[in-house]
């Protein structure tokens, strides 16, 4: 069973950069397709956003409309790892990010209830 550790959360000013990781053990991230999603405040789990997404061979990234042109997802199949590159970050984006591995394609859903493995989340403050 696969495991995952988000890690790089913090505060920042708006117009600024943060980079999530997600260590992933266990099995090898290219395995699954992996994909960042958030929970604003006050919202439940499954109201879950996706955010962004990769292949299992990384072939093919998906972002929703909100961070796209800011947000760069990239893996690293020989650290294990998957990360979440932010940049122009607006205080809308704030919320708890999560790492997630869906057992099929973010083509066919991006809903919170399609992932099947998630990590404990990292918070991400952005202050205006």
């Known amino acids: 069973q696969m495991q995952l550790l988000e890690s790089g959360g913090g505060l920042v000013q708006a117009g600024g950069s943060l980079q999530l990781s997600c260590a992933a053990s266990g099995r090898p991230v290219n395995s699954y397709t992996m994909g960042w999603l958030r929970q604003a405040p006050g919202k439940e789990r499954e109201e879950r956003e996706f955010?962004?997404?990769?292949?299992?061979?990384?072939?093919?990234?998906y972002y929703s409309d909100a961070v796209k042109g800011r947000f760069t997802i990239s893996t690293d199949n020989d650290k294990n790892m998957v990360y979440l590159q932010m940049n122009n970050l607006k205080p809308a984006d704030t919320a708890v990010y999560y790492c997630?591995?869906?057992?099929?394609?973010?083509?066919?859903?991006?809903?919170?209830?399609?992932?099947?493995?998630w990590g404990q989340g990292t918070q991400v403050t952005v202050s205006s």
């Open positions: 955010v962004a997404g990769v292949s299992g061979i990384g072939s093919r990234k």
């Open positions: 997630a591995a869906h057992p099929t394609s973010w083509g066919i859903s991006r809903q919170p209830s399609a992932c099947s493995l």
